[in-house]
């Protein structure tokens, strides 16, 4: 099994829950494209990157670069917008709100 990434933010859970989310469903990470990090949200890199963040662009989305903060199994940004707010691994729920808040993370 692969080690799980490190996953940065503000006030973290062991699901990647933080100070700005919250919810029981609020269990993914995002690798970034700027820096290749992984935040808990865009919030937390806001906070604690010294760089403004950088969309993934449509074509570098089979990169892995969401976390399911569950079961630590890394999704590519077409596998995450694929898969129905649910991991594909540990069937766990992601929020179905998050996809309000996608162009801060992939291009349109």
Not at 36 to 42: K, S
Request: net charge negative.
């Amino acid at each position: 099994m692969r080690e799980r990434p490190p996953v940065l933010g503000v006030e973290l859970d062991p699901e990647t829950r933080c100070a700005h989310w919250q919810g029981p469903r609020d269990v993914i990470a995002i690798r970034m494209r700027c820096c290749g990090d992984y935040y808990a949200c865009h919030d937390c890199h806001a906070a604690l990157a010294d760089h403004p963040a950088v969309v993934w662009p449509k074509s570098e989305w089979d990169e892995r670069a969401v976390l399911c903060g569950v079961c630590g199994t890394e999704l590519s940004v077409a596998e995450y917008l694929a898969c129905d707010n649910r991991c594909p691994t540990c069937n766990a729920d992601f929020n179905p709100g998050c996809r309000l808040h996608y162009h801060l993370y992939f291009e349109g």
